[in-house]
C-alpha cells in the first residue's frame, strides 16, 4: 500500500479469528512506523453490546495494552465488531479514551465468501463525493489482498479517488490518533494471548 501512494486504517483485535494479535507484532509496528493507522477491533471480537461495562471495558483494555507493547500508542478510533453499537458502549470508550466510534458505509463483503469481482464491483459503483466513504475490507483474506486492494487501488487513481486513513478521511491530524505515545517494547513472557 505505501508503495502505491496511500496509507489506510487497520482496526485489529486481541484474539479473535485469525489469532493471536502478539503472532503479528512486527507486521503491525512496520504498519504503524509506515504511516497507517491503528485502530482497536477489541480483544476477543464479541458482540460488545451483548456485554456488562467491566466486559466491554476489558474488551478495550486488553487491545490497547497489546498495542500499547507492540506500537508504543494506544489508539483513540474503535471500530465495534460486527458494527454493533450502542450509547452505553460508546460512553464507555469514550471513558477509556477514545475519540471516535468508526464505522463503515460501503461494505465490500469479502468476509462473505464474496469473489473479488463482486466486491470490487459493489466497492466502485458507489458515488464518491468530497465527504469521503469508508471502506470495509478484510486483510486476512488472501483474495481481498492479492486481488481486490489491486483492483481498487487502480481504478481510484484512474478516477481520482484519494485513499486515504479513516483519521485523515474525518479530517483529523495524525496527532489525535493514539494517546500514552511511548517507546515500542521488546517481546518478554507477558506477550501472549
Partial sequence: MAAAGFKTTFFVN???????????????????????????????????????????????????????????????????????????????????????????????????NQSPSYSFNKVQSQSYSSNGHIILMHENYQNTVQTLLPQIISWAKSKGVKLVTVGECLGESSSLWYRDVRSPQSRDSSWTC
Avoid at 15 to 23: E, K, L, N, S, V
Avoid at 70 to 87: D, L, Q, V
Wanted: hydrophobic share 35%.
Fill in 14 to 112: 486481541g484474539r479473535g479469528f485469525y489469532g493471536c494479535i502478539y503472532d503479528g507484532a512486527s507486521t503491525l509496528l512496520s504498519a504503524y512506523r509506515a504511516g497507517h493507522q491503528i485502530a482497536s477491533h477489541s480483544w476477543a471480537h464479541l458482540h460488545m453490546t451483548t456485554l456488562s461495562t467491566s466486559q466491554q471495558q476489558s474488551e478495550i483494555q486488553r487491545v490497547d495494552q497489546a498495542l500499547q507493547k507492540i506500537i508504543g500508542a494506544k489508539p483513540t478510533y474503535m471500530r465495534a465488531p460486527f458494527g454493533e453499537t450502542n450509547s452505553a458502549l460508546q460512553e464507555v470508550a469514550r471513558q477509556q479514551g477514545y475519540r471516535a466510534m468508526i464505522n463503515w458505509d460501503i461494505d465490500s463483503e469479502d468476509w462473505n
